[in-house]
T-cell receptor, first 115, second 113 residues
Framework: SAVISQKPSRDICQRGTSLTIQCQVDSQVTMMFWYRQQPGQSLTLIAT?????????ESGFVIDKFPISRPNLTFSTLTVSNMSPEDSSIYLC????????????FGPGTRLTVL | DQQVKQNSPSLSVQEGRISILNCDYTNSMFDYFLWYKKYPAEGPTFLISISSIKDKNEDGRFTVFLNKSAKHLSLHIVPSQPGDSAVYFC????????????FGKGTKLTVNP
């Protein structure tokens, strides 16, 4: 399976600032996804990062708050903008491999705390 | 509306015994189901999956059972080991690729030595 890394692994940020999270995969993948896991909750899909086009956002998530880039088949970024304490979560990148069958593989996550 | 439900937030079993983790779903369009394991400070790790055309899939100590009429699946771990202690997430998706995964809230399994 693909090896996925995320940067940073954790961060503590001030209210009103923005943080960009990077996701790097060691092989080309068709689909890249960004999830959020709030404390005690399930994983919730934020958006699908499409290579060469705008990301597709799930209900409740908007591009102004969570801008996403995907410049190529191995890299994506998620920015959490104008942060508030409610944005404190684990943010996870996942991928679906070329020729893969339904399984998604996850990165180690970025633990974000907003003060 | 929670389409995938894991009603037991936690489960504790003795080493060597069977662990049974349960998952219910409401969307009859789901046709592929996955289990993930998550250790603290790590991302979820894919464990095992099952297609709706099957009712059982086995991989070593892990077996997933699917009961489509009841919209229920379960993960059996036999024998349970202390290293299996983790949070287990059930996930489901609709047919084909590129459909999103819908996750349950997870069950924290503790295997006691």
């Amino acid at each position: 399976s693909a090896v996925i890394s995320q940067k940073p692994s954790r961060d503590i940020c001030q209210r009103g600032t923005s943080l960009t999270i990077q996701c790097q995969v060691d092989s080309q993948v068709t689909m890249m996804f960004w999830y959020r896991q709030q404390p005690g909750q399930s994983l919730t899909l934020i958006a699908t990062a499409n290579q060469g086009s705008e990301a597709t956002y799930e209900s409740g998530f908007v591009i102004d708050k969570f801008p996403i880039s995907r410049p190529n088949l191995t890299f994506s970024t998620l920015t959490v903008s104008n942060m508030s304490p409610e944005d404190s979560s684990i943010y996870l990148c996942s991928v679906e491999e070329l020729g893969g069958y339904n399984e998604q593989f996850f990165g180690p996550g970025t633990r974000l705390t907003v003060l | 509306d929670q389409q995938v439900k894991q009603n037991s937030p936690s489960l504790s079993v003795q080493e060597g015994r069977i662990s049974i983790l349960n998952c219910d779903y409401t969307n009859s369009m789901f046709d592929y189901f996955l289990w993930y394991k998550k250790y603290p400070a790590e991302g979820p790790t894919f464990l095992i999956s099952i297609s709706s055309i099957k009712d059982k899939n086995e991989d070593g100590r892990f077996t997933v059972f699917l009961n489509k009429s009841a919209k229920h699946l379960s993960l059996h771990i036999v024998p349970s080991q202390p290293g299996d202690s983790a949070v287990y997430f059930c996930a489901a998706r609709r047919g084909g690729g590129s459909e999103k995964l819908v996750f349950g809230k997870g069950t924290k399994l503790t295997v006691n030595p």
